[in-house]
């Protein structure tokens, strides 16, 4: 199976700066289609997750575009150009490449400083 | 509009089988490419993903749930159906489903599972 390890895992933030998320794979997410199965989610207190970024790179309807993805291979980071206060919960990323199962990283606590 | 919403027991005790409906509307499991998946996550801890059915009937599983999972689809119905066997209190968690590459959600369906 493939580990996604994301870092930090939990994250304070000064509101209207900008924040960093880091996944890594196991093995690469690119398939041979030339497309990235990577996927970042946020989960706000008390919701369920709702989907950021797909494709590596692609923001979902209604996405902020504060919310940016982007790596290739291996490495991934989601940032965040300036952090608003609707933005705290936990990030986590996905990989989907997989014919079989697919892998969330352990998530990244994004709060408020 | 694409909506999910998760059902079943709220408990259920420990060495019981478990089971879970996904009822589905907005798009069909007809339709080349999609699928549903299921996701728990424990009370405080991180997603896990558990299972996925396809178009096309293929099932997919997590390798450390594998042996106690079924999962299953009823395309009249609008329904995916998670089935777990030997279920511990280590099992107790938030259920979601979500469609395709999780772009929709459901709220989720909690499941203690304790004698």
């Known amino acids: 199976d493939i580990v996604m390890t994301q870092s930090p895992l939990s994250l304070a933030v000064i509101p209207g700066e900008p924040a960093s998320i880091s996944c890594t794979s196991s093995?690469?997410?690119?398939?041979?289609?030339?497309?990235?199965?990577l996927n970042w989610f946020l989960q706000k207190p008390g919701q369920s997750p709702q989907l950021l970024i797909y494709?590596?790179?692609d923001r979902a309807p209604g996405v902020p575009d504060r919310f940016s993805g982007s790596g290739s291979g291996t490495h991934f980071t989601l940032k965040i150009s300036r952090v608003e206060a609707e933005d705290v919960g936990v990030y986590y990323c996905?990989?989907?490449?997989?014919?079989?199962?697919?892998?969330f990283g352990q998530g990244t606590k994004v709060e408020l400083k | 509009q694409v909506t999910l919403r998760e059902s079943g027991p709220a408990l259920v005790k420990p060495t019981q089988t478990l089971t879970l409906t996904c009822t589905f509307s907005?798009?069909?499991?007809?339709?080349?490419?999609?699928?549903v998946s299921w996701i728990r996550q424990p009370p405080g801890k991180a997603l896990e993903w558990l299972a996925r059915?396809?178009?096309?009937?293929?099932?997919y599983y997590s390798t450390s749930f594998k042996s106690r999972l079924i999962i299953s689809k009823d395309t009249s119905k609008s329904q995916v159906v998670l089935t777990m066997t030997n279920t511990d209190p280590a099992d107790t968690a938030t259920y979601y489903c979500?469609?395709?590459?999780?772009?929709?959600w459901g709220k989720g369906t909690t499941v203690t599972v304790s004698s």
């Open positions: 979500a469609r395709a590459l999780m772009d929709v």
């Open positions: 093995q690469t997410l690119l398939h041979s289609n030339g497309y990235i199965y």
């Open positions: 494709l590596g790179s």
């Open positions: 996905m990989e989907a490449l997989q014919t079989g199962s697919w892998t």
């Open positions: 907005g798009f069909s499991l007809n339709t080349t490419g999609m699928c």
């Open positions: 059915i396809d178009w096309e009937d293929d099932k």
